[in-house]
């Protein structure tokens, strides 16, 4: 193809001068759906460029400088030219490639930031309660007993709870008919053990507002350490 590609220019077949000079890069980079222009260095009068690959080429007669060559790949790949040079009865060719890269990658969009790790209780008995129950855990039963904790919580608060038996009675009673037999017993008899330490043996004595408030920072506690098991 390229020799009836120089054919087509050989004009005359006599040699007596100089053929044009024609200068061009053995490849031109250039990216897919941008303008890539080819500037060759000569000194001829015309240049003609013919695709061998198929990739048109801007009409040169619409070019203010034509003796350029300017394409618009729409896909990347390595297309070649082959430019014919005349100059007077001489003419000189040369082969090149555009090499048509592809759209950069992307960024990767960042990742989502990882939720934070649930932080567990910081106390001693909140500590013991999570690993109690990681001993021997039941999700079900879990929600009955912190719900029974939790009313423990609201019942301390209240004024009318005067004295040790009161409560304790109340806590006995209230946990034997809502509290799963069996269930979760390592927490329990856990908690049961801090709370007969907090309240002492004695059923007449008097909630004083310090042990109150104690009684209030327990159960708050415990079912801070629950809600983190069911976490």
Do not use: N
Request: glycine share 6%.
């Amino acid at each position: 193809m390229r020799l009836a590609i120089i054919a087509c220019f050989a004009w005359s077949a006599v040699l007596y001068a100089d053929p044009p000079k024609l200068e061009i890069p053995a490849e031109i980079r250039g990216k897919v759906d941008t303008w890539v222009r080819v500037v060759p260095t000569t000194d001829a009068a015309a240049i003609c460029y013919v695709s061998l690959d198929g990739l048109a080429a801007f009409p040169t007669e619409d070019l203010r400088d034509p003796k350029r060559l300017i394409v618009y790949p729409a896909r990347p790949g390595r297309y070649r030219f082959v430019a014919v040079a005349i100059k007077a009865d001489e003419f000189a060719s040369v082969e090149f490639a555009v090499v048509v890269e592809g759209p950069p990658e992307p960024p990767k969009p960042p990742e989502p930031p990882k939720p934070p790790e649930p932080v567990g209780p910081t106390d001693e008995l909140g500590k013991a309660i999570v690993a109690a129950y990681k001993s021997a855990p039941s999700p079900k039963a879990l929600v009955q007993v912190l719900g029974f904790y939790l009313a423990c919580g609201d019942h301390i608060k209240s004024a009318d709870t005067k004295t040790v038996g009161a409560f304790l009675d109340a806590y006995k009673a209230t946990a034997k008919a809502i509290l799963p037999p069996g269930e979760l017993m390592p927490v329990r008899e856990l908690i049961g053990r801090e709370v007969s330490r907090l309240f002492g043996a004695d059923p007449d004595a008097e909630i004083t507002p310090a042990e109150r408030a104690k009684a209030i920072a327990l159960f708050a506690s415990i079912t801070t350490a629950l809600e983190f098991c069911r976490k």
